[in-house]
Nanobody, 123 residues
Framework: VQLQASGGGLVQAGGSLRLSCVVS????????LGWFRQAPGKEREFVVT????????YYADDDKGRFTISRDNAKNTVYLQMNNLRPEDTAVYYC?????????????????WGQGTLVTVSS
């Protein structure tokens, strides 16, 4: 199983980035995908998951309205569109896959992880 994340980089505050995560080795359409991030010196935190029990997607409060998760089943790829980026969004961003019926905010619910892609937002 491989999750290959890309698209990170250096961007100014207020700018945008789109992260991609190409998944192989699992049946992509049958897995729930999520994004997490880990800032320097901090624990990994939840960003967004799809297929939330109460709706299609679920976002962390800080990211709501700025970030959008989407997927392309034909390309086995999940995306994270990030707009209006802030310096506090600086982190390594990880995509993760779960075979559960619904997504979760808990990292332990995801069995498969990508290697991460670094996003740096300058002020």
């Amino acid at each position: 199983v491989q999750l290959q994340a890309s698209g990170g980089g250096l961007v100014q505050a207020g700018g945008s980035l789109r992260l991609s995560c190409v998944v192989s080795g699992i049946t992509f359409s049958r897995h729930v995908l999520g994004w997490f991030r880990q800032a320097p010196g901090k624990e990994r935190e939840f960003v967004v998951t799809e297929r939330w029990v109460g709706g299609a997607t679920y976002y962390a409060d800080d990211d709501k309205g700025r970030f959008t998760i989407s997927r392309d089943n034909a390309k086995n790829t999940v995306y994270l569109q990030m707009n209006n980026l802030r310096p506090e969004d600086t982190a390594v961003y990880y995509c993760a896959a779960s075979s559960a019926q619904y997504g979760s905010i808990r990292s332990q619910a995801y069995a498969y992880w990508g290697q991460g892609t670094l996003v740096t937002v300058s002020s």
